[in-house]
């Protein structure tokens, strides 16, 4: 099994960019979830998908971040633009339906926006 | 609303003695509690649960924790630590809308 695959694991982009993170969960997972880890910080929720519907996007910030799950497989996350302060890691997960006993991360997406 | 308190940024402990990375939460009803560990440039991996049952539960690589509703903890232990469990350690709870929310982490450094 592969695991919770994102990409790319790392990128660089000037202000006012765009910038896409791709997550592709486990076989079989229908909930995927996006997490915002600040530095030295714990992961924090962005936005919640069970299949191909968004669940819980409260956290997202709409007016610069999106993120689609059109067949409620893979899913990607966009900021546009990308603001100095979006500089983290961009964690992706997926269980096995919203009262899993568990989560399964990726490796993250380390952005850093100059 | 749900939450998780870790109250120290870092544990240090020599190799070969015992571990503790606290844990105190604040729930209402039930506690779903977790604990995971993140490796440098890696994503959170999953150590333990406690959602019912013994109050000390057993997870991946020798670590432990003990949930004590008295005190409202959930500390993380281990009898005799390795020079390769320094990472860093998160207990998180799940939410009333069945979500984990995480603590702010403890760094736990183990010297040889």
């Known amino acids: 099994e592969a695991g919770v695959v994102q990409s790319p694991r790392y990128k660089i982009i000037e202000k006012k960019q765009p910038v896409a993170f791709w997550c592709n969960p486990i076989s079989g997972h229908n909930t995927l979830y996006w997490y915002l880890q600040n530095l030295g910080q714990g992961p924090e929720l962005l936005i919640r998908?069970?299949?191909?519907?968004?669940?819980?996007d409260s956290q997202l910030p709409k007016d610069r971040f999106s993120a689609e799950r059109l067949k409620g497989v893979d899913s990607t996350l966009k900021i546009q633009p990308a603001e100095l302060g979006d500089s983290a890691v961009y964690l992706c997960?997926?269980?096995?339906?919203?009262?899993?006993?568990?989560?399964?991360f990726g490796s993250g997406t380390r952005l850093t926006v100059v | 609303a749900q939450s998780v308190a870790q109250p120290e940024d870092q544990v240090n402990v020599a190799e070969g003695n015992p571990l503790t990375v606290k844990c105190t939460y604040s729930?209402?009803?039930?506690?779903?509690l977790f604990w995971y560990v993140q490796y440098p440039n890696r994503g959170l991996q999953f150590l333990l649960k406690?959602?019912?049952?013994?109050?000390l539960v057993k997870g991946s690589y020798g670590f432990e924790a003990e949930f004590n509703k008295s005190q409202t903890s959930f500390h993380l232990k281990k009898p005799s630590a390795l020079v390769s469990d320094s990472a860093l350690y998160f207990c998180a709870v799940r939410d009333i809308a069945d979500k984990l929310i995480f603590g702010t982490g403890t760094r736990l450094q183990v010297f040889p």
């Open positions: 729930v209402s009803g039930n506690p779903y």
């Open positions: 406690y959602i019912t049952g013994d109050n």
């Open positions: 997960a997926s269980s096995l339906g919203l009262k899993a006993d568990g989560y399964t």
């Open positions: 998908y069970e299949n191909e519907e968004a669940v819980d």
